[in-house]
């Protein structure tokens, strides 16, 4: 892991620099993180120093979601090895990039479920990368930031804690914005190859009901509704 800003890039990430913004296959256009950015710099747990494992594997784990969501094309991302990664969330098999394409990337990767068809808040075989990206920006008007907590081992297998918060801003599938923090914490494990320092395998480890619950928290039509029956709505025991 480089200390420094590989390739180019904002402050958090690696590869965006004015030569890759342009000859890049974007999804829709360049991304751009200022939005975000400032959720993040104001309401960060840590401000890690510079160069510091934790800084590193901040910026790897930032570096390697804005190349998931953003890039069509898998040979174009520099931060993994895309003959060899494959991603897997909660004890699921592992998908390799074009797997995760099928089932429309981002969202619906990291929301998949085995809970009955009628219990599914937000069902991922109804979803496309488009709508998720809608469905989900919608909501999170200020952005879904994320943070690495704690950094347990590594390199080259690195486990760590990572924190994803936003505001509900938007409704969500017919339940009313409350405007309050969504939080939700969860284990990663990134293990890189040796030689190239890429990431060949993600690990996921996350309760889905900690994103999803206080989305229905508000009810729909403005009926409010328990935020432990949501809950126990939209997870089951090992976090289905």
């Not at 797997?99 to 808040?121: C, D, H, M």
């Not at 952005?143 to 990572?162: C, D, N, Q, R, T």
Request: proline content about 5%; some cysteine; aromatic content about 12%.
């Amino acid at each position: 892991m480089a200390s420094s800003i590989v390739g180019g890039g904002n402050k958090y990430r690696d590869y965006l620099s004015d030569e890759e913004l342009k000859n890049t296959k974007w999804r829709n256009g360049p991304p751009t993180y200022d939005v975000v950015d400032k959720l993040f710099e104001q309401e960060r747990t840590h401000v890690w120093a510079e160069g510091s494992v934790e800084d590193k594997v901040q910026r790897l784990l930032k570096t390697w979601e804005m190349e998931l969501v953003h890039k069509i094309d898998p040979n174009e991302m520099k931060s993994v090895d895309p003959t060899k990664f494959k991603k897997s969330v909660n004890g699921r098999k592992g998908l390799t990039p074009e797997e995760a394409v099928k089932l429309g990337g981002g969202y619906n990767t990291f929301l998949q479920t085995s809970l009955p068809e009628n219990l599914r808040v937000y069902n991922p075989e109804d979803e496309t990368f488009e709508s998720s990206q809608n469905v989900f920006r919608s909501i999170f008007v200020r952005g879904f930031a994320i943070e690495v907590l704690h950094v347990y081992s590594g390199p080259p297998e690195i486990v760590y804690k990572f924190r994803h918060w936003g505001y509900m801003d938007g409704p969500f599938k017919g339940y009313v914005a409350t405007g309050q923090l969504v939080e939700l914490f969860g284990i990663g494990i990134f293990e890189l190859e040796k030689e190239s320092n890429k990431i060949v395998k993600a690990e996921f480890f996350f309760d889905r009901g900690e994103l999803l619950g206080p989305l229905m928290k508000g009810g729909k039509n403005g009926e409010s509704t328990s935020e432990m029956a949501l809950l126990e709505d939209s997870k089951c025991p090992f976090m289905k």
